[in-house]
Nanobody, 125 residues
Framework: QLQLVESGGGLVQPGGSLRLSCAARGFTLSNYVIGWFRQAPGKEREGISCIRSSGSSTNYADSMKGRFTISRDNAENTVYLQMNSLKPEDSAVYYC??????????????????WGQGTQVTVSS
């Protein structure tokens, strides 16, 4: 069974950093397009960034550009989201997701076929 498992969330002070992990179970993650999303209470799920099988990536949110970086380690079958200079407004549940059968990145929720359970990130002093 194909599963995505996020980890690395937690409580961090403003200006701090976290690295989220998205581990694949039951499939080879490098064969899929992987995206990171987040959802704050009362808000829609928004796309952050996406990484292709080739390792190239696309960022979707101007508010996070220059602060968040997506990467993948095929040997570890894991995709990461490095988050720096965190702000209180970055507090949300962060999800990774996979697109099957395509090499095209997307920032739209409906483009993704598989989702992890999410990991909570709270930025607060």
């Amino acid at each position: 069974q194909l599963q995505l498992v996020e980890s690395g969330g937690g409580l961090v002070q403003p200006g701090g950093s976290l690295r989220l992990s998205c581990a694949a179970r039951g499939f080879t993650l490098s064969n899929y397009v992987i995206g990171w999303f987040r959802q704050a209470p009362g808000k829609e799920r928004e796309g952050i960034s996406c990484i292709r099988s080739s390792g190239s990536s696309t960022n979707y949110a101007d508010s996070m550009k220059g602060r968040f970086t997506i990467s993948r380690d095929n040997a570890e079958n894991t995709v990461y989201l490095q988050m720096n200079s965190l702000k209180p407004e970055d507090s949300a549940v962060y999800y990774c997701a996979a697109i099957e059968g395509s090499y095209v990145c997307s920032g739209y929720v409906n483009a993704y076929h598989y989702w992890g359970q999410g990991t909570q990130v709270t930025v607060s002093s």
